[in-house]
């Protein structure tokens, strides 16, 4: 049996609201748009089609209710980044280019802030900024490559080198040997903006229809996507923005990895807790781990701590299970308390986590075929937040063929390849996550490099 909506994260239980499904498609019916999926991306793609043109009709179709994916799941980081990092963007598509992703994403990061405000959507911003620390020695290499790209990119005023001190004067984590930080970047109620916005695209005449599986869809001659309980035909477009669930239907199963990502977190801290870690700003935290760790302050004051989820499942398999894998649990766990000691014996008291949509190439696509009338917005890699807004403005823009000077962005109009089938995916996916991990452990065991370091650094590092 399906859990209640409630249980799939801390975010969806304190969304405020009961998480009531809304109606379902009982009909087939006729629209403007379609749009699959309503998350982030399925979401502003409807806002910001009804704000240009009021009488559109638009419908989203949902298979859950709508935050039901990663949006009512995730870190809560509100910040300009890629999936790709500044260095390897810029050695990818030249100066310029890397710039205007990372200053597209910042500025849809303040629209996104400007929308919340105008439609009432209460998502807890706190705009205290962006924390990247070396955790180890191991990881200065890193941080200094890392900050000499951004330095490269013209944005020295804006990502700031910290000394060990510095840091501890913002939080006090153990092990570190340097940081950067930037003021860009804010974290958010992940859930209370999703919700909130599915609101307001009804509030502005969308209908979203719940608990309706979109099992087919078809492009022109009659773009509609097929449902069991009936079509909803489109006369301008369809677009598809089901992230990582994409993947289960027909002609998209290779063209995004399903990824899992799992979230820890602590109960309420008190006062003497918070003065012993200081973290008072509440900035978004991460590491120069190969496997990721992002940290982020709740707003009612705990700590959330999210790394990697389950290990990759043979063909690409999403399940209720791999949400709460109990040894990536234990080991995010006990990272808490290895990041601040003085939180052992804290109380866990949520875990859970999603699947992200990762191609091939770690790059997103959003794209819409005047052709078929099909439009695309998918493969954030874990980092979808503010990238589907613009994911959404772009593509409100380019199903009414209006610019919004986005179209030059590196993600726009492309395909990545497709995954590799299986049983070979399952065999390099395995392998490189297996060896990020050892890696990372024997870095910050000071132990020598696993031999075939070089490898799996290759294979799984962008
Ligand atoms: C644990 C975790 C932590 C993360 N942390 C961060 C973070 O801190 N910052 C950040 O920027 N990003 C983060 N991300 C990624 C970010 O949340 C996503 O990139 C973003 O939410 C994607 O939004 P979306 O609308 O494209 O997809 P989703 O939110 O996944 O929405 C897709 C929707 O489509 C629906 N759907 C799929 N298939 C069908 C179908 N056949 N029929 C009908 N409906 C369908 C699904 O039910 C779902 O509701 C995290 C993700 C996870 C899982």
Known sequence: MARPYEDLSFWLEDAGEELTPRPALQRSCDVDVAILGAGYSGLWTAYYLLRANPGLRVAVVEREIAGYGASGRNGGWCSPRFPLSAGVMTARYGVDTARAV??????AAQEMRGVCEQESI???FRPAGTLTIARGAH?????KASLA???R???ADRYQSLTPAEVAERVRITDVYGGIYTPDGASLHPARLVRGLARAVEAHGGVI???TNVTKFQGAPRPR????AGEVRANKAIVLAGEAYLTRLHGLHLALLPVYSLICLTEPLTAAQWSTIGWQHGENISSMRNTVVYLTRTPDGRVLFGSRGAPYSFGSHISDEQDRHAATIELIQSSVIEWFPSLAGIRFTHAWGGPVGMPMDWTPAVRFDPGTRIGFAAGYTGMGVVLSNLAGQLLAGMIAGRTTGLESLPFVQRHSHDWIPEPLRWLVVRYVQGSLQRIDNAAEAGRTLPVDAAIANFLGRH
């Open 102 to 107: 990372l200053l597209a994403l910042e500025s």
């Open 225 to 228: 996507l097929v449902t069991d």
């Open 209 to 211: 229809y719940e608990q």
């Open 139 to 143: 990881q200065l290499p890193a941080l």
């Open 153 to 155: 990119l013209g944005l």
């Open 149 to 151: 790209a951004y330095e």
């Open 122 to 124: 209460d998502a807890c």
